[in-house]
T-cell receptor, first 109, second 117 residues
Framework: DAKTTQPTSMDCAEGRAANLPCNHS???????VYWYRQIHSQGPQYIIH???NNETNEMASLIITEDRKSSTLILPHATLRDTAVYYC??????????FGTGTSLTVIP | DAGVIQSPRHEVTEMGQEVTLRCKPI?????LFWYRQTMMRGLELLIY????????DSGMPEDRFSAKMPNASFSTLKIQPSEPRDSAVYFC???????????????FGPGTRLTVT
């Protein structure tokens, strides 16, 4: 599976949009981009995933560049409860997840 | 839906003792995963099952670790004998694997925090 690169940490003001980038320059055509987050002491939580098109659900939006070499997770109105480590994962169908170090997002009041 | 259930939530044991961690996946899910998380190594996949059959155990660190899935609703991860370096949080996750596409997301349990003294 393609390797991903994420910033180690980010801050975001409460109520503002949080934009979390991920580079996956070696992604292949059948590999999906997944985002999970882990709030302290809890199990990772699924957020969203996509292949080519941008995706949106009740939690977040996922923007994937046309060449698919990078993506951005957007939390439109960050709250204090969004403080967590966010993992970007690239995997193909049937292959398993390999979590990297993720981005530690801190939402500041 | 009760989600993935793990027990115990916390386990403290002495070095050399046997430890058994338990997991009940979400009903209807046919894939089950065991992960270990430490500060040094992050979240690591240990083993996963499809339809109760172990598919990939390459992440199991040593022969001291073993995992079973006797039926679709129960799995165990056993460490015998345990060592202090096994101290970590162990997560179980399940997934409903469909045909083609992205094969569904994984749902994680709350984890078992293991401390070996």
């Amino acid at each position: 599976d393609a390797k991903t690169t994420q910033p180690t940490s980010m801050d975001c003001a409460e109520g503002r949009a949080a934009n979390l980038p991920c580079n996956h320059s070696t992604i292949s055509g059948n590999e999906y981009v997944y985002w999970y987050r882990q709030i302290h002491s809890q199990g990772p939580q699924y957020i969203i995933h996509g292949l080519k098109n941008n995706e949106t659900n009740e939690m977040a939006s996922l923007i994937i560049t046309e060449d698919r070499k990078s993506s951005t997770l957007i939390l439109p109105h960050a709250t204090l409860r969004d403080t967590a480590v966010y993992y970007c994962i690239v995997r193909g169908p049937g292959n398993q997840f390999y979590f990297g170090t993720g981005t530690s997002l801190t939402v500041i009041p | 839906d009760a989600g993935v259930i793990q027990s115990p939530r916390h386990e403290v044991t002495e070095m050399g003792q046997e430890v058994t961690l338990r997991c009940k996946p979400i009903s209807g899910h046919n894939s089950l995963f065991w992960y270990r998380q430490t500060m040094m190594r992050g979240l690591e996949l240990l083993i996963y099952f499809n339809n109760n059959v172990p598919i990939d155990d390459s992440g199991m660190p040593e022969d001291r670790f073993s995992a079973k899935m006797p039926n679709a609703s129960f799995s165990t991860l056993k460490i015998q004998p345990s060592e202090p370096r096994d101290s970590a949080v162990y997560f179980c996750a399940s997934r409903k694997q469909g045909g083609g596409g992205s094969s569904g997301e994984q749902y994680f349990g709350p984890g078992t925090r293991l401390t070996v003294t």
